[in-house]
């Protein structure tokens, strides 16, 4: 390691235990009386008066990071809050919203009632824009939230479908259903934003990812930040980040989709979601096939065959959310998909191909598995929690043509601790870090007829603080050091095809970020 590698890690870690430090500090100093709790209680009213059902209530400032919930049938919620201290209430429903109210709650002697008001915007907590859950308006990156039940009524099934009109963002798709489909952020490559279902990774080694692979159902929302993310995320986030959010929790349900169409096109899909006593679920499947084009190819009068895609989905959650503010959730993903590749088959006046190829098909097999545990140091209202999350995925896919098959995989395992602690009513903290370890194989990557793994490794530490300066300034400052190692790779000796020796490789980089948002 070269001496001014080993002073940028020497750095990076001098970084994170300052950074850890101060938050543990901050914690123990917060005065007791902060940690008891109290209950926050009201009800949800529309302009009229009215009950409003399902509204989201979202409480900020006093806590960890916010805290959601949603109101009952008659219009009432309760959330636990700290004693004393500061918070902003908000409140929304679907072209309903409540104006941000700042309660001082050793000052509040009864329920509290949100009366909302007609609005196009709807304010809602996003978790994809900073270290923890914030609410839209005090978010400073360009940030879009696709609600799934507008994909429902627009019959949108799958991600490239739903991105197409996100602003910045361009959706590139070579055919039909199951082909290959790209995303470029604001002129950016396809592997420069990061895809995320429920916090698990999606893209493959190097951050490629087929959209085509990745289903919608039974979602609650798509987030998409349209600016660098690498200070969050490191560097498979530099154009971007897009997360995918399932439904959970709510009153239990069960529903049932089938539909057809041209081209033989087939599709049914399940799904049930609830919850009950401290324990909520989400469940989902679905399949699809489409025969695609089976007509005459123009140019040689042949018979279309294998234009055909298919696709079969099964993911869920279960959690676990105790009474102290313990709140432990798993996860599971697997999507299979098949896609036939016939080539071009349009007009060829040049002769640049000589017919349909019936061979060529390509099968993918995608599995993940996440855990998460969110631990409040106090209490449901605490000022300090601790998050540790861990997931694993394997990425398979095999193309077969008239040259053969060739395979190639990722594997993946991701780790992340992170401290959240609430220093005052408008200022917030975080630190911790993130641990990736990844090994991608492929038949075009070998060392005479064995096949040469590639093997990388990513730690980073990573810092953020949070200021609410009043209801409409909004600052978040944050930094992220990774220190990334690529193994050594070993050459090919081969006459037709060498390739050198690649010696281990490690980078080591500081992302900073500062963002600023004024609410007119």
């Not at 201290?85 to 409540?98: I, Q």
């Not at 009950?276 to 499947?285: C, E, I, N, R």
């Not at 300034?473 to 050459?491: F, K, M, P, W, Y």
Request: charged letters at 20%; a neutral charge.
């Amino acid at each position: 390691m070269t001496p001014a590698l080993s002073s940028s890690v020497r750095t990076t870690r001098f970084c994170f235990r300052t950074l850890t430090t101060l938050v543990l500090v901050l914690a123990f100093l917060l005065p007791a009386s902060a940690q008891t709790r109290a209950r926050l209680e009201g009800r949800v009213l529309d302009p009229d008066g009215r009950p409003v059902a399902g509204a989201e209530v979202v409480i900020s400032g006093g806590t960890a990071a916010p805290r959601v919930t949603r109101s009952e049938a008659d219009g009432r919620y309760a959330i636990a809050v700290p004693a004393t201290g500061t918070v902003v209430v908000r409140a929304s429903a679907p072209g309903l919203v409540a104006d941000p109210r700042a309660v001082a709650l050793e000052r509040l002697t009864g329920p509290l009632d949100l009366v909302l008001r007609v609005s196009a915007l709807t304010e809602t907590l996003v978790v994809s824009a900073a270290q923890v859950e914030m609410p839209l308006s005090q978010i400073a990156d360009s940030v879009t939230v696709i609600e799934g039940a507008d994909l429902s009524r627009r019959q949108v099934h799958t991600l490239g479908a739903a991105l197409r009109a996100v602003p910045g963002f361009t959706v590139a798709q070579t055919g039909g259903p199951g082909t290959l489909t790209s995303l470029f952020p604001r002129g950016g490559e396809s592997d420069f934003t990061l895809v995320l279902v429920d916090g698990v990774r999606m893209n493959g080694f190097g951050g490629g990812l087929d959209l085509s692979q990745v289903p919608l159902e039974d979602i609650d929302r798509v987030e998409v930040v349209r600016s660098p993310q690498s200070a969050l995320y490191g560097a498979d986030a530099i154009g971007g980040v897009v997360q995918i959010l399932t439904r959970q929790g709510g009153a239990p349900s069960a529903r049932a989709r089938l539909e057809a169409g041209s081209r033989e096109r087939r599709q049914a899909a399940v799904a049930t979601t609830g919850s009950a006593a401290s324990w909520s679920w989400s469940l989902a499947a679905d399949r699809y096939e489409d025969a695609g084009f089976t007509g005459t190819a123009p140019a040689t009068g042949e018979r279309v065959t294998n234009d055909d895609a298919s696709q079969a989905q099964v993911g869920g959650t279960i959690g676990w959310r105790h009474a102290g503010g313990t709140d432990v959730r798993g996860s599971a993903r697997w999507v299979a998909t098949d896609r036939g590749a016939p080539g071009p088959y349009g007009t060829n006046p040049v002769g640049n191909f000589s017919g349909v190829d019936r061979i060529s098909r390509g099968e993918t097999d995608r599995r993940s598995v996440g855990l998460r545990l969110v631990q409040p140091w106090f209490g449901a209202s605490s000022r300090v929690r601790q998050r540790l999350e861990f997931d694993v995925a394997d990425y398979d896919l095999e193309y077969r043509s008239a040259f053969g098959v060739s395979e190639s995989s990722t594997r993946r395992l991701h780790g992340r601790l992170q401290t959240d602690a609430s220093v005052s009513a408008s200022v917030g903290l975080s630190a911790g870090v993130e641990w990736l370890r990844e090994r991608a194989t492929s038949t075009y990557i070998t060392a005479g007829p064995d096949e040469v793994p590639i093997d990388r490794r990513v730690i980073g530490t990573f810092g953020e603080a949070r200021w609410q300066a009043g209801d409409r300034l909004s600052v978040t400052a944050g930094a992220r050091a990774e220190h990334i190692q690529r193994d050594r790779l070993a050459g090919h000796p081969s006459p037709f095809s060498p390739r050198p020796v690649f010696d281990t490789d490690t980078v080591t980089s500081v992302n900073p970020k500062i963002a600023a948002a004024w609410l007119v």
